[in-house]
């Protein structure tokens, strides 16, 4: 039976009520206290105390400050008055339970009331933050699209800066060498007039002599004429015997047939070239060259102006779509920047064109590999990404580069399956 304290003491003022509730003996801080705006309720074994206070209380702003042995209470009235005693008198049991089961109703419902609240809050505090890290990563990616678009009006700025460059210069040459055949030509008329001042002082010696010197002159002018106009070349055939091609196979190996089809195949492949092309009127004829677009876009790479490298390719692929090493640069490129499903079809084109599998294409085929290899592992497609590293082992199975990279595929393909 729990020991009921009798000897508190308690003061107000039209605003708050004071309450100093003495446990002697008891290890304060171990207190249970239940307030609510009707009830107060202090639990410290072997102590209770309990108050059915005489008005209503703002429970929520109210306090209970513990120490020295003692609790003492400052709760808040909800109408400013002075009470006439603390507690209600009269009360009885039935009315005491009723009171108390209220009250343990409204700190229930008080309770549940706060959790909901602060469970919305939560929901609020995580919807803002969802809605704040989208637009953070619409900026950013809103900022890489706009970094990307003056990437390209810069190279392409670039690009016509070289052009104008290449017009300005063989416009000059072409002044050059007028200039050099307007001398040419002062200097022979020059001549000319010089061989007729003598002819004329030879008419006044005699005029024999003359009619000698007249037709001279005229075999000299002749002569001068055949020897400043060159004579047409003379037409003929040139008969060109080629080196048959050798390659380092052992006989029980040949892949004759095999090299001779890929050599073939890019001869065609060099001479398939699309010239129904609208920018085609623009360009020099060396800007037509394939060949040439390729080392272009191989300057550009170097120097890390990717989308630049692109623009050059896909003019070259424009132009010969039958060159698997335009596909496998480009597909470079678009791994630098992360175009991974770009690099995976332009290595899978470079591989079709790379056929048959001799040992002259060897190389670009364990890059074009090695490539797409690295696009499906960057998208977590580690199986692929292993097809095509082991694929490139089978062609040099001495890489040590490459063995290491297959051998990181598989641990993370094990590390999944036994965490799955």
């Known amino acids: 039976m729990p020991l009921q304290v009798s000897d508190y003491s308690w003061q107000q003022t039209r605003t708050a009520v004071f309450i100093s509730v003495p446990l002697r003996g008891v290890s304060v ?6 307030c609510t705006e009707n009830y107060l309720k202090v639990n410290c074994p072997p102590f209770l105390f309990e108050v059915f206070l005489y008005a209503p209380i703002d429970d929520e702003s109210s306090k209970a400050k513990i120490g020295n042995d003692t609790i003492v209470f400052t709760l808040h009235k909800k109408e400013a008055a002075m009470w006439e005693t603390l507690s209600l008198s009269g009360v009885d049991k039935e009315m005491m339970q ?31 933050t969802l809605n704040v890290m989208m637009k953070i990563e619409e900026e950013e990616r809103k900022r ?40 040419q030509e002062k200097q022979i008329e020059e001549e000319r007039k010089k061989l007729k001042h003598k002819g004329l002082t030879r008419n006044s010696v005699s005029r024999n002599l003359a009619t000698k010197g007249r037709n001279s002159e005229i075999i000299f ?37 095999a090299e001779e089809e890929w050599l073939h195949k890019q001869a065609e492949a060099r001479r398939a070239m699309n010239t129904d092309i609208p920018e085609l009127c623009d360009l020099k004829e060396e800007e037509k060259n394939p060949e040439w677009l390729k080392d272009k876009g191989n300057k ?10 692109i623009n050059a390719y896909n003019l070259a692929i424009r132009l010969n779509n039958k ?34 599998p001799v040992a002259d294409n060897a190389n670009a085929r364990m890059k074009a590999h090695i490539r797409r290899g690295t696009a499906f592992c960057q ?8 097809q095509d590293y082991e694929a490139a082992l089978k ?4 890489n040590k580069i490459v063995q290491n990279d297959a051998e990181k595929i598989r641990n993370i393909i094990q590390g999944t399956e036994l965490k799955s």
């Open 144 to 183: 890489i699209e706009d970094m990307k678009e003056n990437e390209r009006i810069k190279a392409t700025k670039e690009l016509e800066t070289w052009k104008e460059h290449q017009r300005k210069a063989e416009e000059h040459k072409i002044v050059q060498r007028e200039e050099k055949l307007y001398q």
């Open 98 to 128: 009723r009171i108390r089961e209220k009250s343990i109703l409204q700190a229930q419902k008080s309770a549940k009331e706060a959790m909901e609240a602060k469970a919305s809050a939560r929901r609020e505090d995580q919807k803002y």
């Open 221 to 257: 002018f002749e002569k001068l004429k055949e020897d400043s106009i060159p004579a047409p070349r003379s037409v003929g055939n040139i008969k060109i015997n080629f080196t048959p091609r050798v390659f380092p196979t052992a006989l029980r190996e040949s892949q004759v047939a």
């Open 379 to 386: 998208l977590e497609l580690y199986v692929e990404g292993l």
């Open 29 to 34: 801080r171990d207190a249970d206290v239940f």
């Open 323 to 356: 060159i698997p090493l335009l596909y496998l640069n480009r597909a470079a490129c678009h791994l630098k920047l992360k175009n991974l499903h770009k690099a995976i079809e332009d290595s899978s084109k470079a591989l079709e064109l790379l056929t048959p």
């Open 300 to 309: 550009l790479f170097a120097t890390e102006n990717y989308l630049a490298a």
């Open 395 to 398: 062609i040099d199975p001495s």
